[in-house]
């Protein structure tokens, strides 16, 4: 399909969608666009606990590739959703995320597929493939993140030295927290209170913050975080909260540490110069640590990207359309 070179491909509907078992209580919403017969690419998205969204299906070449989407647990149309207090939290790991990409894959009956993704879905990306390398074509990833508990420190404390004000806010939030450190943590702990007054207090606070550190960035429409819908919200902090807590499971530096099990599959990194939710350093060390990646950096450019990061995605999909 014919498109200008900054401009994304028109939306189109998937053909096909449903709900998949994966366990433990949980139905993972999944569907499926474009080309039955095309590529095969995996959106993965990030947060964790944002969803997917119609608007990722624009990157890809409806006519070249089979494009699949799905809500991780807890979030989007996945059920039972995490803005439920009685939503157990319990089997919602990376290992169980990796487990449900795995038996998509499988329930679709895909051999290999593309992975796009950035934010927390580039951490996901590199989890999965690193354990399941022979079942990933290529990536594609904006914004990268590895999750490593220092880029966590520096998006929930080491950020507020360039927004003071919000990050006292954001401090204030949670008066209990055993000292800066333990901040994500206070608010995990909160999300899992009985109080709907405070999870929804620890809701906004949390969002609050995560705009400021976006409020240098040029979007359109609400702010990112405090502009979704109630639920939505909640889920989102309350999945975050809680993998971030937790490291998301990882150990310190273990994604770049062990990129070299990525070897032979192509990756492009594509990641603003000023992004300061996760800043370049992540993908300026993966892209050493992995001989088939290129970096991207885009000059001006935040963690929401823009036309320069939009051009290259697409450049990158459609040039792995072919192969």
């Keep these: ?61 409806p006519d070249r590739y089979r494009v699949v989407l799905f809500d991780q647990r807890g979030c989007g149309r996945s059920t039972p959703h995490a803005s439920d207090p009685a939503a157990d939290m319990q089997h919602n790991t990376t290992a169980h995320l990796i487990a449900d990409m795995e038996r998509l894959r499988v329930h679709l009956g895909i051999g290999k597929w593309l992975l796009y993704g950035g934010s927390w879905g580039s951490t996901l990306i590199l989890a999965y493939t690193e354990e399941h390398p022979e079942r990933v074509s290529e990536i594609v990833i904006p ?5 490593r508990r220092s880029e966590i420190d520096w998006l929930y404390r080491g950020a507020g030295q360039i927004f003071p004000e919000a990050w006292d806010l ?19 702990r909160r999300m899992e209170s009985p109080d709907a007054a405070v ?6 606070d949390w969002c609050a913050w995560e705009d400021a550190v976006l409020s240098q960035e040029t979007y359109t429409g609400p702010p ?52 300061l939710g996760g ?5 300026w ?34 040039r792995f359309a072919a192969q």
């Excluded at 914004?143 to 999750?147: L, S």
């Excluded at 204030?172 to 995990?188: F, R, T």
């Excluded at 800043?279 to 993908?283: E, G, I, N, R, W």
Aim: glycine share 14%.
């Design 1 to 61: 399909m014919d498109r200008k070179p900054d401009e994304k491909y028109p939306l189109f509907e998937p053909y096909d969608q449903g709900m998949l078992d994966v366990g433990d209580g949980h139905l993972v919403y999944w569907e499926v666009c474009g080309n039955p017969d095309g590529k095969p690419a995996l959106v993965v998205h990030g947060g964790p606990g944002s969803g997917c969204g119609a608007h990722t299906r624009q990157y890809f070449d």
């Design 143 to 147: 914004a990268v993140t590895t999750t």
């Design 170 to 188: 954001f401090r204030a939030g949670v008066p209990e927290a055993a000292g800066d450190s333990d901040l994500v943590a206070a608010y995990a």
């Design 199 to 204: 999870r929804a207090k620890a809701t906004a």
């Design 224 to 275: 990112p975080y405090s502009g979704r819908p109630g639920k939505a919200q909640q889920a989102l902090v309350r999945i975050c909260s809680h993998y971030f807590s937790h490291g998301a499971w990882l150990e310190e530096g273990q994604l770049i540490r062990n990129a070299g099990r990525l070897a032979g599959i192509p990756g492009v990194l594509v990641h603003g110069r000023f992004d």
């Design 279 to 283: 800043p370049l350093t992540t993908a």
């Design 285 to 318: 060390e993966l892209a050493k640590a992995w001989p088939d990646a290129e970096l991207t950096v885009i000059d001006g450019a935040g963690h929401l990207g823009g036309p320069s990061t939009t051009r290259a995605v697409l450049d990158a999909l459609d």
